[in-house]
């Protein structure tokens, strides 16, 4: 399971930004082309994991969640709903600053409301900046947040982003840059 996902991921490029290693990968930047297999490969393994009939809305966190949560709405027909970078002033959105190992920026959330049942995904957990912050603030409009998946875990993310929300947080791939090489082994 998985196999498709990890053999690219082990073949993915790694660059450096400062300090910090980046593998450069499909799932996680769109580049270089993400073959549509992995992508089902991700979407049926998850789809596997949701309770259907508890779920209101896939939610993915822009950029690199889109795809993951369009194939996952695909796979089981539920709603789609995307944590955008943009601002657009609708009645009722919520503004959330993010930290990264990387870079600050702003997300918004809208159409989420107190006592909706989400399934939230994203590509990657590396710094849990993205993560931790959404999480909470899900939490504090009121939304159920009853799985969150991730594609790679990095580093101490997942751990970092557990602790400050006391949200479990299933990854499919832990990953690790060696020596200029990625390491990746399926968790599933």
């Known amino acids: ?9 082990r073949n993915a490029p790694v660059v450096k930004k400062g300090d910090y290693d980046y593998f450069v990968h499909g799932i996680s930047d769109g580049i270089p082309a993400l073959n549509p297999c992995v ?6 393994v998850l789809a596997e994991r949701i309770d259907l009939d ?5 939610v ?18 539920l709603p789609l709903l995307v944590i955008r970078k943009r601002e657009y002033g609708l009645e009722g959105e919520h503004e959330i600053l993010k930290h990264t190992g ?9 159409d989420l409301n107190e006592g909706d049942n989400i399934v939230l995904v994203d590509d990657v957990v ?4 993205t993560l931790s912050v959404v999480i909470n603030e899900l939490k504090a409009i009121g939304v159920n947040i009853l799985d969150t998946f ?10 970092i982003v557990e602790d400050k929300t006391g949200e479990n947080i299933v990854t499919l791939v832990k990953l690790d840059v060696v020596d200029g090489k990625v390491v990746a082994d399926s968790l599933i």
């Not at 508890?54 to 896939?58: F, G, N, Q, T």
């Not at 590396?126 to 900046?129: C, D, P, Q």
């Not at 594609?151 to 101490?156: D, F, M, Q, R, S």
């Open 102 to 110: 990387y870079a600050t920026s702003k997300l918004y959330i809208n």
């Open 126 to 129: 590396s710094t849990g900046g």
């Open 54 to 58: 508890k779920v209101d809305k896939i």
């Open 1 to 9: 399971m998985l196999e498709n996902l990890v053999e690219s991921l």
């Open 150 to 159: 991730v594609v790679v875990e990095k580093g101490e993310g997942k751990k």
């Open 39 to 44: 992508l089902k490969e991700i979407s049926e």
């Open 60 to 77: 993915g966190v822009e950029a690199m969640g889109i795809h993951i949560a369009t194939a996952l709405s695909l796979e089981t027909g």
